[in-house]
């Protein structure tokens, strides 16, 4: 979890499925620019750096953004996967990318890229079929959730820094439908989109511990991907065509009311969420 003391330029990036991101000055939420061009864009993540990753699932393309640039940086193509989820790790500078499926209608895959170049690496996880979000921990740990595709139970695995092969775990609390996950500097938090929830759990082993939560109140149900940023939890939601959609902030670990939210009028249905800093 990325602290903001001593950045010069802060920016929230918000994915919206009807083709754009919608960025905004953070914390006061001052529209900054639209980025447009995407088919279905979801998960976002940012690196040390500032730079921002879009999962562009629709065109089976990652597109990297320098901290409020308009024009792409680099575009990391997956041929055969969707992507859906992103992290980029604090320790290396690699990029991991959940992808939800695959073309033709097939089990989903991790591909990391050392350093976000080249050509990636392609992981499987044991019992994933689909594979929703993934997040680094601070010692380049990677921790993913998806579904089982015989019964669409909930997953989590974790890929232990330098290794080859992913480790499913349990949690000891039910997770209806999984949403976002992210290591808040202690332990990774879950989302369940379902309850409108976030589970912070500490892993050991195959088995994963629920040490807190946070309940997040909302009107309608929260979209799929938070993002922690210090004390504060930002998540776009609003699901029904009749909602105007916001971007909550909540206070960290509290959860409640929101403290503050930003409408966003047009937007179809608000997916991912990531902050960039730059000095």
């Not at 939420?29 to 088919?39: H, Q, R, S, Y």
């Not at 690496?121 to 010692?139: I, K, L, Q, S």
Request: charge should be negative.
């Amino acid at each position: 979890m990325d602290g903001s003391g001593g950045y010069e330029s802060r920016l929230l990036y918000v994915s919206d499925d009807r083709g754009s991101v919608e960025v905004f000055s953070y914390p006061d939420g001052k529209p900054e620019g639209i980025l447009t061009g995407f088919n279905g864009p979801s998960g976002l993540c940012s690196d040390r750096q500032g730079d921002v990753f879009v999962t562009d699932t629709g065109n089976q393309d990652i597109i990297e953004y320098a901290h409020g640039g308009t024009q792409p940086i680099a575009n990391l193509m997956e041929f055969q996967y969707y992507p859906y989820g992103c992290s980029v790790d604090p320790t290396t500078g690699n990029l991991a990318v959940t992808n939800f499926d695959s073309n033709p209608a097939g089990p989903g895959s991790v591909s990391i890229w050392t350093n976000a170049r080249g050509a990636p690496r392609t992981y499987t996880a044991p019992n994933f079929n689909v594979y929703m979000f993934c997040g680094y921990d601070d010692g380049g740990n990677l921790y993913i959730d998806g579904a089982n595709a015989g019964t669409t139970q909930t997953q989590f695995a974790l890929l232990p820094q330098g290794s080859t092969s992913f480790a499913t775990f349990s949690v000891n609390q039910r997770i209806g439908y999984p949403g976002g996950i992210q290591w808040d500097g202690k332990a990774v938090a879950i989302e369940d989109v379902s309850t409108d929830t976030l589970y912070l759990v500490k892993v050991s082993g195959s088995s994963g511990t629920v040490v807190g939560s946070s309940q997040l109140n909302a009107r309608s149900h929260l979209v799929v991907q938070f993002w922690i940023q210090g004390r504060t939890i930002i998540v776009p939601y609003g699901v029904s065509n009749r909602d105007v959609k916001k971007v909550g902030f909540w206070s960290y670990p509290a959860g409640g009311s929101p403290t503050s939210t930003i409408a966003v009028r047009k937007a179809t249905e608000l997916v991912g969420a990531t902050v960039s800093l730059a000095k």
